[in-house]
């Protein structure tokens, strides 16, 4: 039976990431992922990478700057991937917020980037307007400029993956679940099943390190792991519109009435608009956006956009992810205020459990997670080794130039870059946004060519 030090479930950022660190430590690790890699949650969020402009409002100014610490990272570490752009939050004589109030809140987030922030502005009416064109001009004070990121968020987290696999300490299998774990002298059995053959087979390792996100709930009890629920899910979906359908040079924070923030974002060919804040009833591996959820954002674009005519034939596709925030000792809050913190727990000598959080700070809470591990396993831990740029980037790149598709490049990514079906191959490694009818025609390879290859 094959032993690793640790095996990591759950493939998300949070898995990719933790994987990265422990095998720039010498940890021998295995990580497994029921489906594709970032696949859930870390393919659908915001894609931006923040301190979180609204988290001053809660005075969480830790989690501020070190969400802006760690996005000043990232963009300097990954200029491929992450980018940083300008935001622009417009304010209305019914906004709670005043210019003066908005202005020393942008104060205060440059302040806590330790300024390497670009300066935060602000913009008079007519100067907004110029921006945002689309935007309704009734009732209109201006609007407050601060720079923020942008991230392909399955690409980062497929990268860390790819780093850490140049380590021939790690290894990484998609479409596998872990379906019983046992626990030994030392650690634990894991039993481990593949999705496609249905085949099972045994590992142990020392530590068994679960980063499975919203699906943490239900899936520990199942697996005999001492486990309360601590998970308050949180549902939120997005639309990708067609380009053009908001005009505006920048991307755009709009708090609506019921006091929610919804971003506009323009990005390659296409604007990104969320998000929703829900409860969650619904079954959660490849959560899907409801109607009802997508007219809510489309009312609150057409209260800002009165005459940019979007209507639901505007929309190219949507995506939906589950919040895996962690429940606060007393939480009655609304979601949106629900804490972003995240939280690491040892539900026996020989596991834990990381939750929580948001993807901006993955890199700092896998970190917490590997300086506790990696010196129980007697290795050295180094924390600046994850200070590094990723060693291998994907072969096509999400922003900026592109090379041609062909199918010799198609062949090279799917042996390269752990593909294993055509949805792994269009959503996430090629980032094409557009539904499988339509990725046909982009990619301009005959169809039947491309699934031979599977
Ligand atoms: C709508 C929305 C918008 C967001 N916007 C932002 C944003 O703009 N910026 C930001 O910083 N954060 C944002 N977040 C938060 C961020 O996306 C999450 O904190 C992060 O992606 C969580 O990553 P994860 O790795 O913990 O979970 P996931 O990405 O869900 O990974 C968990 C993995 O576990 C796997 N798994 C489950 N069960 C098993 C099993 N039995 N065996 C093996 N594997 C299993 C799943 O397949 C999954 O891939 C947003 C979240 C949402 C939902």
Redesign the pocket.
Known sequence: MKHYDVII???????CGLIRDLALNGAKTLL????D??????Q???????GGIRYLENLDFGLVKE?LEEKNLWLRLTPHLCFEREFYLPLYRYSRHTPLMLQCGLFLYDFLSHFQNKPHDWLGPEAALKIMPSLDPKGLRGAGKYFDGIVD?AKLALECLYDALIEETSEALSY???IKTDKTQSGYEVVIKDSFSGKTFSVTCNFLVF?????TDK?LPKLNIPWTPQLVP?????LWLKPGTIKTDGSIVLTTKDNRVVFVIPQRDAILV??TETPVREEI?NIQAHNEEIIYLLNILQQYFPDAQIKEDSIISTFA????LAKEESSTQSLGKVSRHHKIYRPTSHSYVM?G?????FRRMTQELAQEIVPRLGLRYRPNLTLNPLRQHSLMPTFGEKPKLTLSLVKKIIQSEKVKTFDDLIKRRLSIIESTEQAHQIMGIPLEEIKSLF
Not at 9 to 15: E, T, W
């Open positions: 479930v759950g493939g998300g950022i949070n898995g497994i992922d029921k489906g890699f970032s696949s859930q949650t870390s659908g969020s915001s894609k931006m990478l923040h969400a968020d596998h679940e872990v980063t499975t996100g919203p699906f899936l949180s549902k939120g979906i997005h969320g998000t591996f992810g589950v919040r895996p939750i959080g948001k993807y901006t700070t």
